[in-house]
């Protein structure tokens, strides 16, 4: 199983994790976003570009429950304070558009992360995480 986690659940964020759900082999097992789970349970629940999503959407306090799976939801406002060791993240998905240098990028790895998938271009143009 792989364990993938997502940084930034807007737009591009909420985009993959749909996609992700079509893979019984890949598991989001941890969203970091600012917005509490409610607002982002209804985000998932309703998008108005990709319509009502396929499966039930719930949340409580820490979590947003995807078919009866529950995902954990942090809510920091930057990677170097993400603790991702607990979680066993094989990927890192960045999608807050935010962070897209090494120095940025390498908290990811740091904090437990074995690689980080940057949603926008990088600064730089040799990055290899």
Same mark, same amino acid.
């Given at each position: ?28 097992? *941890?969203?970091?976003?600012? *917005? ?33 799976? +529950?995902?954990? @939801? @942090? ?12 979680? +066993? ?10 962070? +897209? ?7 990811? @790895? +740091?904090?437990? *992360? ?16």
């Amino acid at each position: 199983m792989i364990h993938v986690a997502i940084n930034g659940f807007g737009r591009i964020g909420r985009r993959v994790f749909r996609l992700l759900q079509d893979h019984q082999n890949i598991k989001v097992v *941890a969203i970091n976003d600012l *917005a509490d789970t409610k607002t982002l349970s209804h985000l998932l629940k309703y998008d108005s570009v990709h319509g009502r999503f396929n499966g039930e959407v719930s949340s409580d306090e820490n979590h947003i429950i995807v078919n009866n799976e +529950k995902v954990t @939801l @942090l809510n920091e406002n930057h990677p170097k304070l993400i603790d991702w060791a607990p979680f +066993k993240v094989d990927y890192v998905i960045e999608s807050t558009g935010k962070f +897209k240098t090494i120095p940025e990028l390498e908290f990811h @790895l +740091k904090n437990g *992360a074995n690689h980080v998938i940057l949603s926008v271009p990088p600064i730089e143009d040799d990055i290899k995480l």
